[in-house]
């Protein structure tokens, strides 16, 4: 008896347990045109209208690809993490990239912000194609 609650206790701990960074990965995956930049210490706004730039993310399940009018201008492995955000002080889904800089992820639909998680970083806002 001892056993078979035992059993079902791993199962439902194993069961219930759901892997948000594989479903957030698989929402991240495809190509991303740039829409909107905005921080830093000036608070300014860019936009490819304003930059005469596009710029276009790539992302795989394990790095991301940058062009930048429609030339490949970097690659970066990542991976996705659920950390403190030094900004808001509370966790938050991150991309945190080979290099460490790490960027609070929010997904709604076809609609990416990346939000740089220091002061004075940048967000950006990106459109799925």
């Known amino acids: 008896m001892k056993n078979i609650i035992l059993s079902i206790l791993v199962l439902s701990v194993f069961f219930s347990c759901s892997n948000d960074d594989e479903s957030l990965n698989d929402n991240l995956v495809g190509n991303w045109n740039w829409k909107s930049s905005s921080g830093g210490i000036a608070g300014i706004t860019e936009t490819p209208e304003t930059t005469g730039n596009t710029i276009n993310l790539e992302i795989t399940k394990d790095s991301i690809f940058n062009y930048l009018n429609g030339t490949l201008s970097g690659k970066t492995a990542y991976t996705i993490e659920t950390k403190e955000s030094l900004l808001f002080n509370e966790m938050s889904d991150m991309i945190i990239r080979e290099n ?30």
């Open 100 to 129: 460490g800089f790490r960027q609070i992820i929010n997904i709604s639909k076809d609609q990416l912000i990346l939000v740089g998680d220091c002061y004075d970083c940048f967000s950006s806002e990106y459109v799925k194609e």
